[in-house]
Nanobody, 120 residues
């Protein structure tokens, strides 16, 4: 299973970006997919995630500005980011908690990361 993230880039404060992530390979079931980020010299943190039944969770710092959406039938997850701020600058990682076969356990998979830089 591989997760491929895209959509990062350089944007001015107040701007928007949309990140996309697609999981490929042998995927039997998806429990949840989401986005984490890691800023320089900081720990990786949850940004937003979505479960199969539709439950979403957001970091307090992005509430009202970021929106996560998904299509688990296509093994994809998106992150629409608006009103970006310089402190949103980080490498954003796609994350998936899924099975690669019906009899396997759920495992966590990570994408390669896409860099988001917000200039002031």
């Amino acid at each position: 299973v591989q997760l491929q993230a895209s959509g990062g880039g350089l944007v001015q404060a107040g701007g928007s970006l949309r990140l996309s992530c697609a999981a490929s390979g042998s995927i039997s079931a998806i429990n949840r997919m989401g986005w984490y980020r890691q800023a320089p010299e900081k720990e990786r943190e949850l940004v937003a995630e979505k479960t199969g039944p539709g439950t979403t969770r957001y970091a307090d710092s992005v509430l009202g500005r970021f929106t996560i959406s998904s299509d688990f039938s296509k093994s994809t997850v998106y992150l629409q980011m608006r009103s970006l701020r310089p402190d949103d600058t980080a490498v954003y990682y796609c994350n998936g908690y899924l099975k690669d076969s019906p009899r396997s356990r759920y495992q966590t998979y990570w994408g390669q990361g896409t860099e988001v830089t917000v200039s002031s």
